[in-house]
């Protein structure tokens, strides 16, 4: 799960200080404990990885039939009022839903790469228990340095990722992260 996360948020992350929050139910079956990243500043740049430990409980196994809701939106302030515009699902990246074994297989180099980091196998169904471990993931942009250049100083501000995990309708785990982006590339 948390790599489809870390995925989604890094085309975007250039240099950030990140916050998040475990965002959901009570009787939830994600239970997030830890998303620290090596330092508070991400760089990106095609040469040094992205190192985060990760800690979270699984207290129901998960099937195929797991959907997940991902919510990208970027803050903007307006004559001094926050403002936010929430990002379109474009290539399986921004506001999307789908079906979560879909989303995976999507993202199979990193999500396989994860896997192997936390010694899970390469699988969109997991058994009931705790994940935890430290996650290196080095970010490739030759396809996004262009674009990155370009619009370096648009894309820069805030942004919120807010992913919901369903099950059968019912909300079964909720993460939200936020950060402040400055990007250089």
């Known amino acids: 799960m948390f790599q489809l996360i870390v995925f989604c948020l890094l ?10 929050e475990d965002c959901g139910n009570a009787d939830r079956s994600f239970v997030f ?5 090596k330092d508070q500043n991400l760089v990106i740049d095609g ?9 979270f409980s699984l207290l129901d196994p998960v099937d195929k039939e797991v959907t997940l809701s991902a919510e990208l939106r970027r803050y903007f302030n307006i004559l001094g009022a926050e403002q936010s ?19 995976v297989q999507s993202y199979e180099t990193v999500a396989r790469t994860i896997a192997t980091q936390l010694k899970v196998p390469f699988n969109c169904e ?5 994940y935890s471990g430290n996650i290196t993931y080095p970010v ?9 250049s370009a619009l370096s100083w648009a894309a820069s501000g805030k942004y919120e990722f807010i992913v919901r995990w369903y099950l059968e309708g019912n ?5 939200a ?3 402040d982006l400055q990007i250089d590339v």
Not at 126 to 130: A, H, I, N, Y
């Open 11 to 20: 085309p975007l992350f250039v240099s950030c200080a990140i916050n998040w």
């Open 33 to 37: 404990r830890k998303l620290n990243f």
């Open 47 to 55: 040469k040094s990885p992205i190192q985060t430990e990760v800690d």
């Open 85 to 103: 515009v929430k990002l379109p699902c474009i290539n399986d990246v921004g506001s999307c839903s789908n079906n979560f074994c879909y989303l």
């Open 126 to 130: 997991m058994k009931s228990g705790r």
């Open 140 to 148: 490739p942009l030759d396809g996004f340095r262009p674009l990155l």
């Open 171 to 175: 909300e079964i785990g909720c993460l």
């Open 177 to 179: 992260v936020s950060a």
